[in-house]
């Protein structure tokens, strides 16, 4: 569980992942070495999973985005170590109702896409699916809402 300095803490590193630990603890006001057992903590514990930079799919060539919902011919868990190694897959969720997952991915223009779609069929990992491609992007934040610290 995490109390309210690492909520700050975290708050923080959203905002930046690359300041540092001095100025996460001017701003929080607590030492640099709390600081940095605490971010330790949070990653040893599971809190904070990666540090990664966000990069413009853009600038890559990469900026077709498409929604795809997949029926699998298995149980989508027994298929997961497949899906993991399609790295144009950048969310992969199982999920209830008529389709079994849904895959979000960014690819190389509409020949990209065709290419992923026709890979899963043709190596049974897929039995159906339907593709919706994204027209325009209104919100992709991957930040999560961390609660406002309680007033006493």
């Known amino acids: 569980m995490v109390d309210e300095i690492d909520l ?10 690359r300041i ?11 030492s640099v070495g709390t600081v940095h057992n605490r971010i330790k903590k949070m990653v ?12 413009n799919p853009k600038m890559l060539g990469m900026d077709f985005t498409a929604v795809i919902m997949v029926k699998t011919p298995k149980p989508p868990e027994d298929l997961k170590e497949e899906y993991l190694k399609f790295k144009e897959i950048m969310q992969a969720y199982s999920i209830t109702g008529v389709y079994d997952l849904v895959l979000i991915g960014r690819f190389k223009g509409r ?39 309680e007033q006493t």
């Open 8 to 17: 700050s803490i975290l708050k923080i590193l959203q905002k930046d992942t």
């Open 20 to 30: 540092s630990y001095r100025e996460i603890a001017k701003e929080v006001g607590v």
């Open 44 to 55: 040893e514990n599971g809190v904070i999973t990666d540090f990664i930079p966000v990069i």
């Open 111 to 149: 020949e990209g896409l065709n290419n992923f779609i026709n890979k899963i069929l043709n190596l049974g990992l897929a039995s159906e699916t339907t593709t919706s491609v994204v027209l325009s992007i209104l919100k992709e934040d991957f930040r999560l809402p961390i609660p406002e610290e």
